[in-house]
């Protein structure tokens, strides 16, 4: 079946960088696009960007503009979030989540990875 | 780009029906046929409901239904069930010179 796995939750201090990985099985992973949200306790769904799968085309937030990548390894079928200047407020519960259309950002989310809580703390 | 305006709650009772509303801007709701919304139990991945406004993924129960009017879009759900209590987030695209999509603030459902 169609799933997306998450890497394991990750503490880190502040001023580092985190890597998130996502691993696609169960469909054509170059076929489709991965958008990457995030949620902080207690707060709404923030969307932080999306890769084009097939091609590796990148659309970001203007809030994460400059401090995340988003990548993605073919071969593997695995998708990738790169956050760096971590900071507190970064602390949150990271998804990754297959959209419907790859031929831009649009907001159909239909798979979804589990999480990745990344913990920001000195 | 500011979050889209939503309820901080709504209530109902079992086979009600209950309407979440959206609330954005002609850049984002008002300006695509793009939103969908989601469903999110506590400690859960969300759950894609309605895409493109008013599509329904399979799977989804034909209760829940979309629309849109003007800068507000809206997410009905009859038959209201036990297992609907979440929070809902409505999702829009806000083009390419904002940032692309944003979010709602999220609604807590609650079933009496």
């Known amino acids: 079946q169609v799933q997306l796995v998450q890497s394991g939750a990750e503490v880190k201090k502040p001023g580092a960088s985190v890597k998130v990985s996502c691993k696609a099985s169960g469909y054509t992973f170059t076929s489709y696009a991965m958008h990457w949200v995030r949620q902080a306790p207690g707060q709404r769904l923030e969307w932080m960007g999306w890769i084009n799968a097939g091609n590796g085309n990148t659309k970001y937030s203007q809030k994460f503009q400059g401090r995340v990548t988003i990548t993605r390894d073919t071969s593997a079928s695995t998708a990738y979030m790169e956050l760096s200047s971590l900071r507190s407020e970064d602390t949150a519960v990271y998804y990754c989540a297959r959209a419907r259309s790859s031929i831009a950002a649009l907001p159909d989310m239909d798979v979804w990875g589990k999480g990745t809580t990344v913990t920001v703390s000195s | 780009q500011s979050a889209l305006t939503q309820p901080r709650s709504v209530s109902g009772s079992p086979g009600q029906s209950v309407t979440i509303s959206c609330t954005g801007t002609?850049?984002?709701?008002?300006?695509?046929?793009?939103v969908s919304w989601y469903q999110q139990h506590p400690g859960k991945a969300p759950k894609l409901m309605i895409y493109d406004v008013s599509k329904r993924p399979s799977g989804v129960p034909d209760r829940f239904s979309g629309s849109k009017s003007g800068n507000t879009a809206s997410l009905t759900i009859s038959g209201l069930q036990a297992e609907d209590e979440a929070d809902y987030y409505c999702c829009s695209y806000a083009g390419s010179y904002t940032s692309y999509v944003v979010f709602g603030g999220g609604t807590k459902l609650t079933v009496l």
């Open positions: 002609s850049s984002d709701v008002g300006g695509y046929n793009y």
